[in-house]
């Protein structure tokens, strides 16, 4: 899968760079903003709307790091949102307090929201990456009855 978000050039203005650097020739004590305007009111603006600098995650896809994936079932889904608050991507999608899936650009399958998830069955489970998300859905295991 190709790195449909980042360019060759990323983060080389942000350091004044000639050339592409690695992680480990970067001055030490440079900072590097995640966003290009203020960041103030950050958390009020849905993503599509902030201004990302070329040092985010969000500019370069780790869609390729992935062998898994999430699959979210909305009939079970409790909208509690555990998942969009530990995601470490910020990719799962949740608009008015309801979680409408996940941003396959930007997910790198640790599976992490599944743990997090608290319904029985889970609402979020990880599935192979070839696997159609119907498909995942018809396989959805039944809830686990207590045992007495
Ligand atoms: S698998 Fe990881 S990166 Fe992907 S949505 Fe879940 S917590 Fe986020
Ligand atoms: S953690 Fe599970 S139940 Fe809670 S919002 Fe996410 S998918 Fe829905």
């Known amino acids: 899968m190709s790195n449909v978000l980042s360019n060759e050039k990323r983060g080389m203005r942000e350091l004044g760079a000639e050339k592409k650097v690695g992680w480990n020739e970067v001055t030490h004590g440079v900072v ?9 009111d950050i958390a ?7 201004k990302y600098s070329e040092f985010s995650s969000y500019t ?7 062998v898994i994936k999430p699959v979210y079932n909305r009939d079970i889904c409790i909208d509690c949102q555990n998942c969009w ?19 396959y650009d ?13 319904t029985n069955p889970k609402s979020l489970l990880m599935f192979g990456e ?6 995942a859905i018809a396989q959805w295991p039944v809830k686990e009855k207590k045992e007495k």
């Open 60 to 66: 370069a896809t780790v869609a390729s790091w992935r």
């Open 106 to 118: 930007h997910c790198k399958g640790c599976g992490v929201c599944v743990e997090v998830c608290p």
């Open 44 to 50: 009020l603006r849905k993503a599509e709307d902030r």
């Open 32 to 40: 590097l903003h995640s966003f290009e305007d203020d960041a103030a």
């Open 130 to 135: 070839a696997l159609s998300s119907d498909d």
């Open 85 to 103: 608050v530990w995601c470490p991507d910020s990719s799962i999608i949740s608009r008015d307090k309801q979680i409408l899936g996940i941003d």
